[in-house]
């Protein structure tokens, strides 16, 4: 066989495969075996007919045709090592001259592939790149933030009997209405102001009601079958609590941490907050650094490849192709795939590899995010294919973190910012294994691209109850002091006292919230198996063949 690649774009090249017929004949013999197990010739049994006499009964381009289907995807693939290309897209057949299809057996196979091939990416020395992003400075404002939120942690909720105010708790019935049709409807509720876990407007609906009183507002629906409606909602008090906080001195120090002063339950937490937003400037400068290499790489985008990505998008949202939408996400679309690109390139040159514990704990905390149970996650992630999809984000997530190692970070005065200590804090830890983990706690945030012909796994996101786990009074022993992880800090939810245990066990999960619709950046499609044209058909008289 040979081979031979043209240049047709940056990103696609066409393949000419010529294949003599000698090389060819074992792939024929093959195929009029297998076709002679279809077909009934009087006096010959299934499998056991001679090649000629097949050929005068089915022809021979039947045969050839055959031959070539089975073969084709083995000369493309080796073309594809051979020429050292790295397809990323599917690839166009076109067979402009077959083998002898009358007289005597020979001639020449000529396939021609057209195909999309991951652009190439010369990568800068990243150590001459420069990052300038926000000095973390801790404050007194934020230790006291810390603190606050540690005292919510051991709240108790009192009951009061006064309009709603910002910041409290509330028991509450919903009903909501399009037209004069009920499409939902909870009850009992428990909701916290200011949370923004709820339907958006509820705030100001509840502001200033008190138990027993109703009203009504208009508001977008976020889940169900009614997603993305508008709709009248009808909220009802059942009950109004305030959120009592403990004394911030030294019996609290004691009750919430290992520290018997206040003073150094306040040093302890200034140190986590700081250990905290270092952390949050690794992922300010992770994003500079893409966002740097963007500007300086001029990647190539594959126009076809980008249809393709939109048409799966439209499709999935239920929309025809020419949608206006699409034109709306072309130029998102076009970013992801050079982001893609970009941290591939990383990714090969720093050799980064993860772990299965690495991306275990990657898929866990999607199934947390999602609200889902974490296998019960993992096995709808393998059913869909989804698994290599995940693996993926989490290895260029990994890399770009990795490559802050390599890069220079400075705050606006030009003073360095030590990045590298976070990613390598972890004394007796791998680093690699270290980094993977900030890598899944950023790719958290961010969506998941599918590298597959299937769509992320699709679930609903069940809305967050407010904690009001009973603990008691205090507890018999201290509770050690927790460090902070060098991850990105997932938002805390209060873990609230409630004063009356029975109600809190009563209280019920808010409505489902739908997960918001996310754009699935441009995937690598596998390279399917090429299928070939027709042979030219010759007239002959055909044997009949079995239907199986």
Known sequence: MKSNVEQLEPTRVKISVDVEYDELKPAVDAAAKKLSQQVNIPGFRRGKVPTRVLESHIGRPAIIEQAVNDSLDGYYQQAIVENELDPIGQPEVDITTWPNMEGAPGGTLVVEISVDTRPEINLPDLSTITLTTDKPVVTDEDVDASLTEMRERFATLKSVERPVQANDYVSIDMEAKIGDEVVDSVSGISYQLGSGKLLEGIDEALEGLQADETTTFKSTLAGGDHEGEEADVTVTVQSVKESELPEADDDFAQLASEFDTIDEFKADLRASVEKTKLTDTVYAARDLLLEELNKQLDVPVPSRIIDAEI??????????????????????????????????????????????????????????????????????????????????????????????????????????????????????????????????????????????????????VVEEKAEEAAEPEAPAKKAPAKKAPAKKPAAKKADNKAEDATEAEAKEKAPAKKAPAKKAPAKKPAAKKPAAKKAPAKKADKAETDEK
């Open 311 to 460: 048409k799966r998008h439209l499709e999935a949202e239920g929309k025809e192709v020419g949608d206006p939408h699409g034109d709306e996400i072309r130029e998102d679309t076009e970013k992801q795939f050079r982001d893609q690109m970009i941290l591939d390139a990383i990714v090969e040159k720093l050799e980064v590899e993860i772990g299965q514990d690495e991306l275990l704990e990657f898929m866990v905390q999607q199934a947390q995010m999602y609200n889902i149970e974490p296998n019960q996650f993992i096995q709808a992630a393998a059913q869909t294919n989804q698994v290599s999809a995940f693996a993926g984000e989490l290895t260029r997530n990994k890399a770009l973190i990795l490559s802050l190692r390599e890069v220079k970070v400075v705050d606006q005065d030009g003073e360095a910012i030590d990045v590298k200590s976070v990613i390598d804090e972890n004394e007796g830890v791998d680093e690699d294994v270290e980094a993977g983990a900030m890598a899944a706690a950023a790719a958290t945030d961010e969506p998941v691209a599918a590298e597959e012909d299937t769509a992320v796994v699709e679930a609903e």
